[in-house]
């Protein structure tokens, strides 16, 4: 069965070092977006991207993030100068015309 | 801010016993999900509620949807242990697929 995939699973970075996290959307899909869990916390939206371009994207997502679609099959999602509270869980999902989102397995980031 | 609350926020049951987690959401839409999380795993796909009055079923679990009373319910019917996880209802704000808000999760523990 297609499923997106996330790489790296697990990342440990010092405070302050860019980020780079790669996801594979399942590959007829149209429309992809990165969610993050805090440990403990409810999932959260951070952006949607269709079309090569940010359709929607939460108050979370300020300038330290970007998302790219470099090619055919990747989507990624890169944090400039990583804090503390970046720790998290990050999920990348996608959908094709219809109404479910795929999620990923997640990508933890540690920032030490 | 678009709230979307669940309760209880902790469920431990008995195998064999009914239950229902109950979603509140503070925004017009006609779009719910529910979602399973497993310990340290992505979000699994149960149900996705389209209109005002959906009901649906997938063996011990039914969702149903109330736009009106902008409520949705998880019903467990005879519980198992293999049903122990975190669910997640999610609104759709818009209703076009592209942002989800996810509720507090319930963690549902069954007890042998």
Redesign the interface.
């Known amino acids: 069965e297609p499923e997106v995939t996330q790489t790296p699973s697990h990342q440990v970075t010092q405070m302050g070092q860019e980020v780079i996290l790669r996801c594979v959307p399942i590959s007829n899909h149209l429309?992809f977006?990165w969610?993050r869990q805090i440990l403990g916390q409810?999932?959260?939206?951070l952006v949607?991207f269709?079309n090569n371009e940010i359709?929607?994207k939460?108050e979370i997502f300020d300038d330290q993030f970007s998302v790219e679609r470099p090619d055919g099959s990747n989507f990624t999602l890169k944090i400039r100068s990583t804090k503390l509270e970046d720790s998290a869980m990050y999920?990348c999902a996608s959908?094709d015309d219809g109404?479910?989102?795929?999620?990923?397995?997640?990508s933890w980031l540690t920032v030490v | 801010e678009l709230k979307v609350e669940q309760n209880p926020l902790f469920l431990s049951m008995q195998e064999g016993k009914n239950y229902t987690i109950y979603c509140n959401y503070s925004t017009t839409s006609d779009?719910l999900?529910w979602?399973r999380q497993d310990p340290g795993?992505?979000?699994?796909?149960l149900f996705?509620l389209?209109s005002n009055g959906a009901v649906k079923q997938e063996g011990r679990l039914m969702a149903s949807l109330d736009t009106k009373a902008r409520l949705s319910t998880l019903h467990i019917t005879a519980a198992v242990h293999d049903l122990s996880a975190t669910y997640?209802c999610?609104v759709d704000k818009g209703n076009?697929?592209?942002?989800?808000?996810?509720?507090?999760?319930t963690s549902l523990t069954v007890i042998p």
Do not use: D, H, M
């Open positions: 429309y977006y969610y409810k999932v959260e939206f949607s269709y359709s929607e939460s999920f959908r109404n479910t989102i795929y999620f990923g397995e997640g | 779009r999900y979602y795993k992505s979000l699994e796909s996705v389209l997640f999610a076009t697929g592209n942002q989800f808000y996810f509720g507090t999760g």
